[in-house]
């Protein structure tokens, strides 16, 4: 059985334009998606929670208004215990004011612990290296520095690695060079934990707590995790849990969980309006079977009495349904895609020098190309269904006595 030529066209298109329209509105939401995701907040802040001490302001179980809040290896080796199961990972955090000096100049810095996991997600290398493993676990002196304190006392990045760096005065090996990461104005000389709670201008307490939440835990779990840790400090140190300049938790899970139902939103929306497109195609396609199998009533009689089952003859018109969809579906699934990678061209270009990202990488994965196919041939067996039972249910005296 044939479909004819006008028909076969019109059905074509229409099936055509709704795999375009799916292909190239899923990609616009999966773009919408990465831009948000490729922000600082996503790449920095997004799972993780940062615990700030700080001063009492309510009186409570002893505590004086004013009393300073102070954090040690202690606090956070509790938390590990009780919360290490739920967690990424737990880390005591340092941070200072140091002198720095080269022999040709000098620099007031701010010095901080390096973590891995944490904070290499703040910073591109321009030369040299990360702090290895071995270096981090130890209290060495090794330490990276911006890219303007490297060209400030040295010249350039690549003149600094190798060269010594006069930290609390102490020698450090430069061991990498870096800038911040997505322009973030942070500048900071990194060094190992133990290290940096060894130097002069730091005292014995640990300056936060970094605790890293797992990327899948949903925000509703994140906020219960955030909960049970703000109660446990505030118990340890005789603190009002409403008391909130003693004890100050910085994270990103509302602005997140806003972001993650805006963006939900978009592909629920996005997906009507994909699959609204798609049933087009399978109305289009589904009419001109139905025209198809009236039209040729006597054709299928004749195979009857030739011997097809009515099965063979269900099967036959549901392929045809089946291979109409697939051959102007993957029409419309490559016009989609060079549509698509057309736009995440301009896109990119768009997005040169820009703080905030809305859409980007609107390029098709192979995950849409497969849920695509998938998606073609339901709607080819779903618009062949209903024509493929009127064709079995054809008597063959009737059909031969029509004119």
């Known amino acids: 059985m044939k479909i004819s030529g006008r028909r076969s066209l019109l059905s074509g298109a229409v099936t055509v334009w709704g795999v375009f329209v799916f292909v190239v509105i899923t990609g616009t939401s999966n773009g919408i998606d990465r831009g948000n995701r490729s922000n600082d907040d996503h790449l920095i802040q997004y799972g993780i929670l940062s615990v700030y001490p700080g001063e009492v302001s309510i009186p409570y179980g002893g505590s004086v208004k004013g009393r300073v809040i102070q954090f040690t290896e202690n606090d956070a080796d509790e938390l590990k215990k009780i919360f290490s199961d739920y967690t990424d990972g737990i880390y005591p955090r340092k941070l200072f004011n140091a002198f720095c000096k080269s022999p040709t100049g000098f620099a007031n810095m701010l010095v901080s612990d390096f973590r891995t996991g944490l904070d290499e997600r703040y910073i ?31 010249g350039n990045a690549r003149e600094a690695v190798g060269r010594t760096l006069i930290v609390d005065g102490l020698p450090f090996v430069i061991t990498g060079v870096y800038k911040p990461a997505h322009d973030l104005s942070f500048k900071c000389v990194f060094v190992p934990f133990k290290t940096a709670m060894q130097m002069r201008e730091a005292d014995g307490d640990i300056s936060f707590i970094d605790i890293k939440l797992p990327t899948e835990m949903a925000a509703a779990k994140k906020r219960h995790l955030k909960d049970e840790i703000h109660s446990l400090l505030c ?7 409403k008391d909130l300049s003693a004890l100050r938790l ?11 139902k805006f963006i939900a939103s978009i592909r629920i929306f996005t997906l009507f309006v994909s699959l609204l497109s798609l049933l087009m195609g399978v109305l289009g396609v589904s009419s001109i079977i139905h025209l198809s199998v009236k039209e040729r009533t006597k054709e299928i009689a004749v195979r009857l009495i030739c011997g097809s089952s009515d099965r063979s003859i269900f099967f036959l018109v549901l392929g045809e349904s089946v291979a109409t969809m697939l051959s102007f579906g993957f029409a419309g699934l490559l016009l989609g895609t060079t549509a698509l990678n057309i736009a995440t061209s301009v896109v990119n270009r768009l997005n040169e020098g820009v703080r905030w990202i809305m859409i ?9 190309i497969v849920n695509s196919v998938i998606l073609i041939v339901l709607c080819g067996l779903a618009s062949g269904f209903a024509p493929a039972r009127k064709a079995m249910s054809i008597k063959v005296n009737e059909a031969l006595s029509c004119e």
Request: hydrophobic share 35%; with cysteine; aromatic share 8%.
């Open 124 to 154: 591109d290398f321009l030369a040299g290296r990360c702090l290895n493993e071995v270096e981090l676990s130890g209290d060495g002196r090794v330490c990276l520095i911006p890219k303007y304190l490297a060209g400030q006392l040295y």
């Open 235 to 241: 118990f340890n140190k005789g603190l009002d849990p």
């Open 250 to 260: 910085e994270d990103k899970i509302e602005f997140i969980s806003e972001q993650e």
């Open 360 to 368: 980007s990488n609107l390029n098709v994965n192979l995950g849409l």
